[in-house]
């Protein structure tokens, strides 16, 4: 996966995680599936639970981004796909 596509994935996810926490998006999923994309349990989490899931991905996506941009042979195991 070349570098760009890479940075430009993880902003993604991390700019949906700061949606969850930060701008409300965990009211607005709270109990649809749209929070099916957090986790598959997440239709039954209230909207604080989604927060913290939001939270704890945000930090493995820092450490996987990280990871993937230092050692590019890991780009394809460290959640962004191949």
């Not at 993604?12 to 749209?34: D, H, M, P, Q, S």
């Not at 986790?39 to 604080?48: K, L, N, V, Y």
Request: overall charge positive.
């Amino acid at each position: 996966m070349s570098l760009t596509w890479w940075i430009v994935t993880h902003a993604a996810k991390a700019l949906l995680y700061v949606w969850v926490l930060r701008w409300g998006g965990a009211e607005r999923i709270e109990g649809t599936l749209a929070s099916g994309f957090l986790s598959s349990f997440a239709p039954r989490w209230s909207a604080e639970g989604l927060k913290m899931a939001a939270l704890i991905l945000l930090v493995l996506c820092a450490i996987g981004f990280f990871v993937g941009l230092f050692v590019p042979s890991l780009r394809c195991w460290v959640g962004g796909g191949c």
